[in-house]
T-cell receptor
Framework: DAGVIQSPRHEVTEMGQEVTLRCKPI?????LFWYRQTMMRGLELLIY????????DSGMPEDRFSAKMPNASFSTLKIQPSEPRDSAVYFCASSLSGGRQPQHFGDGTRLSIL | AQTVTQSQPEMSVQEAETVTLSCTYD???????LFWYKQPPSRQMILVIRQEAYKQQNATENRFSVNFQKAAKSFSLKISDSQLGDTAMYFCAFMKGQGGSEKLVFGKGTKLTVNP
């Protein structure tokens, strides 16, 4: 079975540019999560969706960040405009909600903002 | 708010030996779930083991087992017969039970090195 698929795997761009990260969850999973990993702050939840509806976006740093889930098989995380402090690894994860099933993670996107 | 603390930033163990990684957490919830995830140098986040707080029996998965002490809010991971492939960052994580947020709250991680 295909796991969570994230693209791109690496992204290097200049400050001020728009960045779009993409995620395809595991088929049948109805919860989708975006996490950010940095050395200073560790792994933090940015936002999660259940049945395509945003449930908790309290971790979204500021208005420059936005996330969408237009259908059950696709989500995007957008940063506009990007800043050097946004450099991090961004993970997408999915799970089957109910019963607190484990979250399955994608391979992450390493984002570098110059 | 829930917090997860991993007090050992780094640990090392000889191949074939046993090592225990510590994790404590703080919550006022009575129903919750605890997880250990492994992150090798490849960057993947891999589930190692899952524990349901209402179950007294400690979870086991092959060479991996936990010591869950609910009253002490402690959730340590024991790795038996350590292998070179166990070298990774290990993260302890907390999730509220049914009806609460599904988000995982992670500790800062323990870097484990298995030496030949």
């Amino acid at each position: 079975d295909a796991g969570v698929i994230q693209s791109p795997r690496h992204e290097v761009t200049e400050m001020g540019q728009e960045v779009t990260l993409r995620c395809k969850p595991i088929s049948g999973h109805n919860s989708l999560f975006w996490y950010r990993q940095t050395m200073m702050r560790g792994l933090e939840l940015l936002i999660y969706f259940n049945n395509n509806v945003p449930i908790d976006d309290s971790g979204m740093p500021e208005d420059r960040f936005s996330a969408k889930m237009p259908n059950a098989s696709f989500s995007t995380l957008k940063i506009q405009p990007s800043e050097p402090r946004d450099s991090a690894v961004y993970f997408c994860a999915s799970s089957l909600s109910g019963g607190r099933q484990p979250q399955h993670f994608g391979d992450g996107t390493r984002l570098s903002i110059l | 708010a829930q917090t997860v603390t991993q007090s050992q930033p780094e640990m090392s163990v000889q191949e074939a030996e046993t090592v225990t990684l510590s994790c404590t957490y703080d919550t006022s919830e009575s129903n919750y779930y605890l997880f250990w995830y492994k992150q090798p140098p490849s960057r993947q986040m891999i589930l190692v083991i899952r524990q349901e707080a209402y179950k007294q029996q400690n979870a086991t998965e092959n060479r991996f087992s936990v010591n869950f002490q609910k009253a002490a809010k402690s959730f340590s991971l024991k790795i038996s017969d350590s292998q070179l492939g166990d070298t990774a960052m290990y993260f302890c994580a907390f999730m509220k039970g049914q009806g609460g947020s599904e988000k995982l709250v992670f500790g800062k991680g323990t870097k484990l090195t298995v030496n030949p």
